[in-house]
């Protein structure tokens, strides 16, 4: 049986997930942000730390891929 923990999440990270989630759509890349930043919470317990892989990998799958 799981077991669901309760990570408090501040009103900063709730505003940077839900402009990240907005970015993420706008290049098509909605499911696997969201995908990625709730497995990321779920190993690290920790929002910020989500926010920042979910965010590069986004921007390293967008932005960060044209500059080769």
């Known amino acids: 049986?799981?077991?669901i923990i309760c990570i408090k999440a501040t009103d900063k990270d709730i505003k940077l997930y839900?402009?990240?989630l907005k970015v993420a759509?706008?290049?098509n890349h909605y499911i696997k942000t969201w995908k990625l930043y709730n497995l990321t919470v779920n190993i690290t317990k920790c929002h910020k730390q989500a926010l920042?892989?979910?965010h590069w990998d986004?921007?390293?799958d967008t932005n960060g891929g044209s500059e080769q």
């Open 1 to 3: 049986m799981s077991k």
């Open 58 to 60: 986004l921007y390293l």
């Open 25 to 27: 759509k706008k290049h």
């Open 18 to 20: 839900g402009n990240l």
């Open 52 to 54: 920042d892989i979910a």
